[in-house]
C-alpha cells in the first residue's frame, strides 16, 4: 500500500472519528413543553368565570362550612383572612354591585376567592371570578418548608403532568397552554395554574380584570367627556 493511500486512509479515519466525536457533544434539540389548558381546572371546586352564588357554593361544599358561619363584611372594614380563624367571609367594596371576595381561613388553610365585574355586563350574574389562590404556611418569611413537597405532591396528583416544572420551590410549577421564552406561565391571555414558592397555588385568568378595567376606564371617560365651545 503507497504512502498516499495510507495517508488518505488516516486522514479519512481521524475526520469520522472528529464527526463523530462532534455528534455526540452537540446540542441535544429541546424538549417541547407540556401544553395544558387549564380553563376547566378548579381549586377546592372554583372554578374561573363562576358567578358568586356558584363559587360560595362550591366553597361552602368543599370545606363543610355551616351556613350561619358566613360572615358577611359589606362596608370591607376589615380583610382578610378572618380574625376568628373560622368560617368564610364575604366581602364586598363600598359602592361596588357585587361582592369581590370570598375568604376562608381554618386549619392552617387559607383560600381567597376574587371577583370582577363581568364583561360584557350580565345584570343576573353580575360577578365572575378571576382568580382563586389557596395557600398553606410556609416560604422565605416564615423560613420553613414543610408543606412544600405535599402541596406539590397534591397539585400533581390532581392536575397531571405540568407544563413547566422549576424542581426548586422558587422557580414554581406551572400548567398553561402558552409560555414565555423561558417556558413559564406568564402570558395573560390564558387562564393559567401556578404553584408558586411551593405553598401557594394561583388559578386564574388576568383576562377578565383586564377586561373589567378597561370597561371602567371607559366608563369614567364618557362621564367626563366634554365639548369645548369658545
Known amino acids: ?66 351556613p350561619g358561619e358566613i360572615i358577611i363584611d359589606p362596608e370591607a372594614k376589615s380583610d382578610c383572612p378572618l380574625d376568628n380563624n373560622k ?19 381554618k386549619d392552617n388553610v387559607s383560600l381567597t376567592v376574587s371577583f370582577e365585574t363581568r364583561i360584557p355586563i350580565d ?14 404556611p410556609g416560604g422565605p418569611i416564615l423560613g420553613t418548608e414543610v408543606n412544600v413537597a405535599a402541596m406539590k405532591e397534591a397539585a400533581l396528583a390532581k392536575y397531571g403532568e405540568p407544563t413547566y416544572d422549576g424542581r426548586l420551590p422558587r422557580l414554581g410549577v406551572g400548567w398553561c397552554a402558552k409560555v414565555d421564552s423561558l417556558k413559564s406561565c406568564s402570558p395573560k391571555d390564558q387562564v393559567r395554574l401556578r404553584l408558586l414558592d411551593g405553598f401557594i397555588l394561583v388559578l386564574d385568568d388576568p383576562r377578565l380584570q383586564s377586561a373589567a378595567n ?10 367626563l367627556k366634554a365639548t369645548p365651545k369658545f
Not at 446540542?27 to 413543553?33: C, D, L, S, V
Request: net charge positive.
Open 87 to 105: 368560617g368564610i367571609k364575604v366581602i364586598t367594596m363600598h359602592g361596588a354591585q357585587h361582592p369581590t371576595l370570598i375568604c376562608y381561613k
Open 214 to 223: 378597561q370597561y371602567r376606564r371607559d366608563l369614567r371617560d364618557s362621564k
Open 1 to 66: 500500500m503507497t504512502k498516499r493511500v495510507l495517508r488518505t486512509l488516516t486522514l479519512g479515519c481521524a475526520a469520522l472519528a472528529l464527526a463523530c466525536a462532534s455528534s455526540a457533544y452537540a446540542k441535544k434539540p429541546a424538549i417541547p413543553p407540556h401544553l395544558v389548558d387549564a380553563s376547566d381546572f378548579d381549586i377546592a371546586g372554583v372554578k374561573i368565570g363562576m358567578d358568586f352564588d356558584q363559587a360560595l357554593k362550591a366553597v361552602v361544599k368543599q370545606f363543610n362550612v355551616a
Open 123 to 136: 345584570k343576573a350574574r353580575p360577578a365572575a371570578v378571576w382568580q382563586v389562590r389557596y395557600a398553606v
